[in-house]
């Protein structure tokens, strides 16, 4: 079935460290992919998105590239900030836009 | 900048009262969605709706209910709250991109 996995937290980075957090996913169709914030006592918030393969979506020093061959969509930021610590979801939908399959979330904690 | 908003932010009661989370969009979405959310963090779809009248089920099994009368509004009824309903309750909705929208949430605990 279709799913999404990301790499499991806690994520405890020092301030201006280069942040990735994994991704990847399985799907019978053509996918759009995401990555939300969830920042403490809040609900999500689209980070990025990508829709076809080879697409990069970027937001706030935040990069992510639709990788098809590998089913991967891996989240990058060169230089994190203590304001960057949150909680990041992986997620997907089919072309029918129906349904959102999200990943577990990944806890990053940046420390100054 | 999405207007999605839910009501109340935070409500602690007592065991076996009746409770009503409120959802309501500004946007014309036609999808809206609630999810649990877990203290592990995993979101979990509890129940959605694709347009007016209609509601569904989603994969985690739930005792609450809801309803779907005007476009804008979602909102999510327990009949007899219990301790195993404490969680964090999100709404989100989508329209013709692909893209959910979420509210803050509400965190419901129930003693």
């Known amino acids: 079935g279709d799913s999404v996995t990301q790499m499991e937290g806690p994520v405890t980075l020092s301030e201006e460290a280069f942040l990735t957090i994994n991704c990847t996913y399985t799907a019978t169709g053509y996918p759009s992919l995401f990555w939300y914030v969830q920042y403490p006592g809040e609900g999500l918030q689209l980070l990025l998105k990508?829709?076809?393969?080879?697409d990069k979506g970027s937001n706030k020093g935040f990069e992510a590239t639709y990788r098809k061959e590998t089913t991967s969509f891996h989240l990058e930021k060169g230089s994190v900030q203590v304001s960057d610590s949150a909680v990041y979801f992986c997620a997907l939908i089919l072309y029918n836009f129906n349904k959102f399959y999200f990943g577990s979330g990944t806890k990053l904690n940046v420390k100054p | 900048e999405a207007d999605i908003y839910q009501t109340p932010r935070y409500l602690v009661i007592g065991t076996g009262k009746k409770i009503t989370l409120e959802c309501s969009q500004t946007m014309g979405h036609d999808k809206m969605y609630w999810y649990q959310q877990d203290p592990g963090m995993e979101l979990h779809l509890i129940h959605y709706?694709?347009?007016?009248?209609?509601?569904e089920k989603g994969d985690l099994s739930s005792e609450s209910t809801v309803s779907r009368i005007r476009t804008e509004h979602f909102p999510l009824t327990l009949e007899s709250a219990r301790p195993s309903h404490t969680s964090q309750y999100l709404c989100?909705?989508?329209?013709?991109?692909?893209?959910?929208?979420f509210g803050p949430g509400t965190r419901l605990t129930v003693l």
């Open positions: 709706s694709y347009g007016v009248n209609s509601t």
């Open positions: 990508a829709t076809k393969a080879d």
């Open positions: 989100a909705s989508s329209g013709r991109t692909d893209t959910q929208y």
